[in-house]
């Protein structure tokens, strides 16, 4: 069973444990969440917006498909793609699934939000499409697919909106149209409790920062908790600190064996003696002797 269809098995209600995938933008975060244990990994739109230093909103198919790819031809690990709003309507969803699909992902959430996507999402303002034309994109999406990838993610953003009531009937729809899993966005108790009885399929959950314990979350039926800000936060902290201690002259508090020592790791981390095993085999027999 490879990495995706272990995901797929995971996806169920109830789970048995919680998956949890980090945000990793690049094959070498991919590999070092993969090292440290985890079997999936989050491809962010937020996450993948800024490391271009731009917004999630100004993001191509093009360019999440080749962030995916690169990840998946390198790593073995799920590949949770954040597709957004699809990039446009159904037509457009339905590309961006084939898309998403020969880029090896494992699976795609995709969200009810107006096309094009707007910047100021980022500030909590968001624009809903009506619920019917949301389904028509799931049945899109799901009618794209080849096989069984990328299993699908519905990500409902009703609750700070439109209130219980008619967030619940917007799940209803989704589920009827064959959305296999439920990303809801619960800001309360209330909420929270809403989210756990509004479905029967597998619920995902958002977390940024330290979330609910995970024996609770599989209670209310949850399967995966995506984390999209992970690696930029301390990516962006660590990069921040080095940066100014080159800059003022004192490096970055790692003595020279320490730095070898690290370069040592990624090699390691990326498998990079894969590479030295074919060159010693072919091209480079006299310099591996």
Same mark, same amino acid.
Request: charged share 25%.
């Given at each position: 069973?490879?990495? /995706?269809?272990?995901?797929?098995? &995971? ?8 998956? !949890? ?8 975060? +991919?590999?070092?969440?993969?090292? !440290? ?16 230093? #731009? ?7 093009? *360019?999440?498909? *080749?962030?995916? =790819? ?26 961006? @699934? ?9 699976? !795609?959430?995709? %969200?009810?939000?107006? +096309?094009?996507? =707007?910047?100021? $999402? $980022?500030?909590? $303002?968001? $624009? ?18 080849? &096989? ?8 409902? /953003? ?5 209130? @219980?009531?008619?967030?619940? %009937? ?9 959305? *296999? ?22 619920? #995902? ?26 690696? #930029? !936060?301390?990516?962006? =902290? ?33 498998? @990079? ?9 072919? #091209? ?6």
């Amino acid at each position: 069973m490879d990495v /995706n269809d272990r995901f797929r098995a &995971g996806m169920r209600r109830p789970a048995t444990e919680l998956m !949890v995938a980090p945000l990793a933008l690049d094959p070498l975060s +991919a590999a070092l969440a993969r090292r !440290v244990g985890f079997e999936a990994v989050y491809l962010g739109g937020g996450g993948l917006g800024y490391a271009r230093a #731009t917004t999630e909103a100004l993001l191509t198919i093009s *360019e999440l498909a *080749e962030a995916c =790819r690169a990840i998946t031809e390198r790593i073995e690990v799920a590949v949770v793609v954040d597709g957004g709003v699809g990039f446009g309507d159904a037509v457009h969803m339905a590309r961006s @699934i084939r898309m998403l699909e020969q880029a090896g992902a494992a699976a !795609v959430e995709i %969200e009810d939000q107006v +096309a094009p996507k =707007r910047a100021h $999402h $980022h500030r909590g $303002h968001e $624009h809903l499409v009506d619920a019917e034309h949301m389904a028509g994109k799931i049945r899109a999406a799901l009618d794209a697919r080849h &096989g069984r990838f990328p299993f699908v993610i519905v990500r409902c /953003n009703a609750f700070s909106h439109e209130g @219980i009531e008619a967030t619940m %009937e917007r799940v209803r729809i989704y589920e009827e149209a064959g959305a *296999e899993s439920i990303m809801l966005m619960p800001r309360d108790a209330a909420e929270w409790a809403a989210a756990s009885e509004a479905t029967t399929v597998p619920l #995902t959950a958002m977390t940024i920062g330290p979330g609910r314990p995970a024996v609770e979350m599989l209670v209310a039926g949850y399967a995966l908790s995506v984390d999209p800000m992970s690696a #930029t !936060v301390l990516g962006f =902290r660590a990069l921040k600190a080095g940066y100014e201690g080159i800059r003022d002259g004192s490096g970055f508090g790692l003595s020279r064996d320490e730095v070898l020592a690290v370069i040592r790791e990624v090699g390691e981390t990326i498998d @990079i003696q894969r590479f030295y095993d074919i060159e010693a085999a072919t #091209t480079e027999r006299d310099a591996y002797a």
